[in-house]
């Protein structure tokens, strides 16, 4: 198997995926991890079935499930091998309430440096890809068990004012602990992909949020390539460089791969000016 991004065989894994979190989502199995937060029976499948799929021929998976299981040397080799970091489903909270906030993420790495990313919302059939420097949004047919029929559109920056109407996304952990003074209105999400992917079609204005890297990765490598703000607040940008001290990652397990403080995805330019309302 070669290890490159082939955006085919990632949007017809996604679309299984999807049909395996479907197929738990009316009556998910649920348990609680020792930090408090949910898992159910839909993120350990779709993680092993990913795992099955896209490790192998050096390819390692950096999952949320997975991850503390991996030995004390994982973060330190992981980086050196094709790479991609899977959320199973981003939002299992409000999956796990049958809440239709949630999604399924892959980005891919080579040799620590974020390439590609993909993220599919089963409930919208919405699939957001990139393919090289292109991000496509893809309409996919309901229930859709292939891509047939899909509506493709090639997605780009979006560089109109921030508007003090439009809708801002925040963290839970935001919502808990901060405080923002803009005038928007906010929405507070136990999920990051999908303020993430609806950024790019200007659905939200801005999102804030305490994340740790299954949570941005698919979605970054859009960000980048549409020239969106990624920034922490002394003004130091999420790269697509695992490597950068915008990630925690030879840190005790507990604050592994999280980002090394609050960040703040805006449209290209904006992100200076909001910072100063955010706390």
């Not at 620590?112 to 599919?120: Q, S």
């Not at 780009?156 to 003074?181: C, D, H, K, N």
């Not at 200007?202 to 920034?231: I, N, S, T």
């Amino acid at each position: 198997m070669s290890q490159t991004w082939d955006r085919q065989r990632i949007s017809t894994l996604l679309l299984q995926a999807g049909r395996i979190a479907l197929e738990h989502y009316e009556r998910p199995r649920r348990t609680l991890k020792d930090d408090g937060s949910i898992v159910t029976q839909a993120d350990t499948a779709i993680e092993r079935f990913l795992t099955c799929e896209l490790t192998g021929d050096g390819a390692l998976l950096l999952g949320e499930e997975s991850e503390m299981e991996q030995g004390e040397d994982f973060a330190e080799r992981i980086l050196d091998h094709p790479l991609y970091i899977v959320d199973p489903i981003d939002g299992t909270a409000p999956y796990a309430h049958h809440v239709p906030v949630w999604g399924i993420s892959v980005g891919f790495a080579r040799s620590g440096i974020l390439e590609e990313g993909a993220v599919y919302l089963p409930c919208t059939s919405e699939l957001f890809i990139t393919d090289g420097p292109a991000v496509y949004l893809v309409h996919l047919p309901p229930t859709a068990s292939s891509a047939v029929g899909a509506r493709e559109e090639r997605l780009v920056a979006r560089r109109e004012p921030f508007i003090e109407s439009g809708l801002l996304a925040i963290s839970q952990s935001q919502a808990r602990a901060g405080q923002v003074t803009l005038p928007n209105p906010v929405h507070a999400l136990c999920c990051a992909v999908v303020p993430l992917t609806y950024l790019l079609m200007r659905r939200y204005e801005a999102y804030v949020g305490d994340l740790k890297l299954w949570d941005v990765a698919g979605a970054l490598p859009m960000l980048h390539k549409l020239g969106y703000d990624a920034c922490l607040r002394d003004g130091s940008r999420l790269t697509a460089d695992l490597r950068d001290p915008w990630l925690q990652r030879t840190v005790p397990a507990a604050k592994r791969w999280r980002m090394s403080g609050t960040v703040l995805f805006a449209p290209p330019g904006h992100a200076a000016a909001l910072w100063p309302h955010i706390a």
